[in-house]
């Protein structure tokens, strides 16, 4: 489901999806030791978004809930796409040569219609009792497009074998792409003057190599050596490379909004109107104080580097184990900034925290005379190193499993940009200080999961197998599998909920009191909930009014760390039962059993980390349930 998920169904929306796809391809033999392959594929998606109340304004109530669907739907867009593939394949002696193209052809024709159905804003809860409306809006034009986009890939590759036991792959790949509309960047000469920027221009150095090796040292006898590393079943296997990424489909859909291209209405301190919506008017006009979202003029495509060395051998014949490590580096990742944010002098928050008056967001912005300069950016950093194990058995005696487990750590500045809740929620969309990101957001990732270890298998029970046919029929036929998950929880970050570092721009920590009070689930005795009381002595230390919830302007950047805690471990077994009842010698009925969950073990994922809930640190998510599946199949 997506849209609002506050109120369980009421407000949520479907995923429609309806594909349609052609593929056409040519392989041609023109010697033994050439051979060319051409693909052409087609293919269109309709994505829709129905939302269960599609007329119901969004209605946000800072600290409580949100009534209505969320403010940027509806949304859908309708894709087709076209692919034009073809690789050229020579045999050269020990040289495997591949050169080819990739050419794609993307038209986008993109709903979204955000504030379409009016949108109000009450502070709190309060305010929302009083029929206080802060803020309404209303989308007058919506930020709809056609978008026309044309990719192109190019490569070439050598598989080198240079003995009979070494074989070396290198490679070389181009990419670019083209920058629809200019990414919506400002031409018009009086956003330009107010620090909004230009068109995001092509990036034309997108050139990636590749190197990998495989070695398999052909050691023969019976000595330790031959015995650890040879007879043909162990083969070491390394390589580098990088990657990139397309900028496309929301980079555009949230640069859509700018001046000129939508209007949207709005009145400011309403009283006595909710729920009926407010008349809202107005025409393209060129406002500095206008909020503007824009991709930097000089925005890059994200780009990976990726290096990787592993160990495989095999062992009584049905038994393989791999032992490796796998890293990377990432670059010019999306993340959300700001280029006119507001500052608080330790004057004004002592005024604030004091209960004096202090100077407005615009009163405090870099340069007061412009509004917010949103920058949807490509400087995010990342980095990721694990070392795993991973052994398997081949089927043999009714029995096949594997098993693998891996130790890894995630590193980043930024996890999720655009507003995916479950990873944004936890850890917030934009950086507190914009001025120190680097070290200020350099922490464990949300996506991070020091330990994860997978178990799979299959069995085959041997029950009346060497019984008549009729017994093993009826009797026999059996068979169990299942999968075994338990990996590490969620990291997530402690946020204030209002702006109390006074950038105007969310993302806001509260202090950090290493001594201070912090008193896991009493019950699990982990991260399932949490006390924090909002009194002297808590763990995480913001400034508080009379309702014990935190103030704006009165902490400024806070000490906590990002993503500081860490919610519980996932753990999860399915399990399966087959049956097999053969009737004749072609016709087969089989029954299925499938237990999801089946120890029906909770996952009970991320408190409540917003400080500024009166469900702060409670959980609230729908835990774990165990699930029965029973099917039947007729098999001939």
Sequence with gaps: MVSNLQFSSRFAGAQSIR????????????????LNEFRFGFIRRNLAFPENDPTTPTTTIGGAFTIGGASNFPQGRVQNSYQFQNLLTKQLGNHTLKAGFDIRYIQLDNTAAFDSKGTFVFNNLADFLNNSVFEFR????TASFDARQVSQFYFFQDDWRVTPTLTLNLGIRYETNDVPFGFFGARDAQSLSVGVPGPTRRDNNNVAPRLGFAWNPRVEGDGFIATMLGNDR????????????????????????????????????????????????????????????????????????????????????????????????????????????????????????????????????LNPAWGSRVLIATTARSSYNAGYIDLRKRFNHGLQFGLAYTFSKLISDNDESLGVAAIAGPSPQVPQDFTNIRRGERSVSAFDRPHRIAVNFVYEIPWFKSAPKWTESLFGGWQLSGVVERQS??????????????????GDRPNFNPNGAFTLDPVTRNMRTFSNPRTTGQYFVPVVGATGFPLINTVGNGTAPRNSLRGTDFNNT???LLKRIKLMERYTFELRADYFNVFNQDFYGIPINNMNSPDFGR??????????????????
């Design 19 to 34: 594909d349609q796809n052609v593929i056409v391809s040519d392989i041609h033999t023109f010697s033994p030791t050439l």
């Design 138 to 141: 209303q989308a007058l034009q």
């Design 234 to 365: 162990t083969v070491f296997r390394g390589g580098y490379g990088i990657s990139y990424d397309v900028l496309f489909y929301n980079i555009l859909t949230v640069n859509a909004s700018n001046f000129p291209r939508v209007v949207v209405g709005q009145q400011n301190n309403v009283f006595d109107q909710y729920p009926r919506l407010l008349p809202v008017t107005g025409q393209p006009v060129f406002n500095p104080l206008a909020t503007y979202v824009n991709t930097p003029e000089d925005a890059q495509n994200p780009r990976t580097e990726y290096y990787s060395f592993n160990f495989q051998r095999q062992f009584f014949r049905d038994f393989v184990l791999e032992v490796g490590y796998t890293g990377s580096r990432s670059f010019n990742g999306i993340n959300q900034l700001q280029a006119n944010f507001a500052t608080l002098t330790p004057q004004q928050i002592a005024d604030a925290r004091a209960g004096r008056s202090v100077p407005g967001v615009q009163a405090r912005r």
């Design 489 to 506: 929880g969620q990291p997530f970050t402690i946020v204030t909920g209002v702006d109390t570092n006074g950038n105007g721009a969310g």
């Design 574 to 576: 399915n399990l399966s």
């Design 619 to 636: 959980n609230l998510n729908g835990w774990g349930r165990r699930t029965l599946t029973l099917s039947g199949r007729f098999r001939f």
